[in-house]
Structures are given as structure tokens and as C-alpha cells.
């Protein structure tokens, strides 16, 4: 499943992208309100992409295992380690987008 891996890093670095907007965002909030909000737009398109790319993830693992396939025990637990990171950093970013707003 080379194919998840690729995806895997493509969200890497959205999130690497949408965390820096978001700091950027909060960061500016007080001093420079255009800005800051230009810079959350921005965090929150890197998260669309995010979002788009988890789907493209999903689906090939759903095609996988619809094709008659069952992930390696060891790929399995890759892509969970990997998913619930994901998850976890995004909840971040999406957290830091609020305090943003003010």
C-alpha cells in the first residue's frame, strides 16, 4: 500500500502547513486582525486538503479490503498510529483557529 504512504506524507504536510497558519493566526490576533484572519483562512484550506486527502486514504483502504485484501497486522497498526496522530494534531489546529477568533 504504497498509496497510503504517500498520502500519509501529503498530510504531514498539510498539517505542517495549517499548524503554521493557525500559530500565525493566533499569534496576530491582537495586533493585526486582517491578518490574522487571512492566515486562519489559510489554515483552514491546508485542513479542507487534509480532509480530502484522509478520504483518498480511506477509500483505498475500503477498495482493499473489498478486493478480498486484509492489511499486514504490522501496515494495520502503522496506519492506526499514524490516523489517530493525525486526528489529534488537526484537533490542534482546529483549536488554535478558536482562539484566533477570539
Do not use: F
Not at 493585526?32 to 480511506?58: F, P
Not at 497486522?73 to 496522530?85: F, L, N, S, Y
Request: charge should be negative; glycine fraction near 4%.
Amino acid at each position: 500500500m504504497k498509496e497510503i504512504k504517500e498520502i500519509v506524507e501529503e498530510i504531514r504536510d498539510e498539517l505542517e502547513g495549517a499548524k503554521h497558519y493557525a500559530e500565525q493566526a493566533a499569534k496576530l490576533k491582537d495586533n493585526d486582525m486582517s491578518r490574522s484572519e487571512t492566515y486562519a483562512e489559510m489554515a483552514k484550506q491546508e485542513l479542507s486538503h487534509i480532509d480530502k486527502l484522509h478520504g483518498m486514504a480511506v477509500k483505498k483502504i475500503e477498495a482493499h479490503k473489498a478486493a478480498g485484501h486484509e492489511a499486514p497486522a504490522a501496515m494495520q497498526a502503522v496506519w492506526d498510529w499514524e490516523h489517530d496522530r493525525m486526528i489529534k494534531c488537526t484537533a490542534k489546529i482546529r483549536a488554535m483557529l478558536e482562539m484566533a477568533r477570539g
